[in-house]
């Protein structure tokens, strides 16, 4: 079936370093990603998004790369912060059964050390 | 704050209850989601409703409704409740509730059926 999945269930950096989530996902007729960040006890909080007619975008600290080829998709973080850690999630537009919603993957946990 | 208010934060019921979570959209907004995160299935689409109508439906169940008020806040109602309906239930809301639009995320309500 179609879903959204994340490589790694946990990953842990130090601070200062870049920290890089992946995803993958299966439906090619996706053209819309986002990825959102969720700290403990909050709600999902937006990052930033990709349509599928780009390859690459960058906000403030955080880039999105999207390999269509591969159906692969990623999150960097430059100089990762404490402020960091949290679950973050990648998100893709999926035809549910009417319409469209997001479809999330199951979360990545980042984990910023000292 | 994203300007997605939902309430109650808490809930504690019994199996073979009823309960209504309420939410708030962001100013402006017209489209509110619900969203279901579990440990084991991650965020799960419920439904949508733009302007007061169902727009698009997930894997909800059929003891779970939902409707959307004139004032635009929405309320999610889940009926003859399970041990497994324990979870944190999101309200998410957008501007026009189309496709290729972000989703701003209440804080949740964490049910716990006893």
């Known amino acids: 079936g179609e879903s959204v999945g994340l490589h790694l269930p946990t990953l842990s950096v130090q601070e200062g370093d870049n920290s890089i989530i992946n995803c993958a996902y299966s439906?090619?007729?996706?053209?819309?990603f986002i990825w959102y960040k969720q700290e403990s006890g909050k709600g999902p909080q937006f990052i930033i998004d990709i349509r599928s007619n780009m390859d690459k975008r960058q906000g403030q600290r955080v880039t999105v790369l999207l390999n269509k080829t591969v159906k692969h998709l990623s999150l960097q973080i430059a100089a990762t912060q404490p402020g960091d850690s949290a679950v973050y999630f990648c998100a893709e537009l999926k035809n549910s059964n009417s319409g469209y919603a997001l479809n999330f993957g199951k979360g990545t946990s980042l984990l910023v050390t000292p | 704050d994203s300007g997605v208010t939902q309430t109650p934060k808490h809930l504690i019921t019994a199996t073979g209850q009823r309960v209504t979570l309420r939410c708030s959209p962001r100013?402006?907004?017209?489209?509110v989601y619900w969203y279901q995160q579990s440990l084991d299935q991650g965020l799960q689409f419920l439904i949508q409703y733009y302007n007061g109508e169902e727009r698009a439906k997930g894997n909800i169940l059929e003891r779970f409704s939902a409707q959307q008020f004139p004032d635009l806040h929405s309320e999610l109602n889940l009926s003859s409740l399970e041990l497994g309906d324990s979870a944190l239930y999101f309200c998410?809301?957008?501007?026009?509730?189309?496709?290729?639009?972000?989703?701003?995320f209440g804080s949740g309500t964490q049910l716990s059926v006893l």
């Open positions: 439906n090619s007729a996706s053209d819309y």
């Open positions: 100013s402006g907004d017209l489209s």
């Open positions: 998410a809301s957008s501007q026009r509730g189309t496709t290729n639009e972000k989703l701003f």
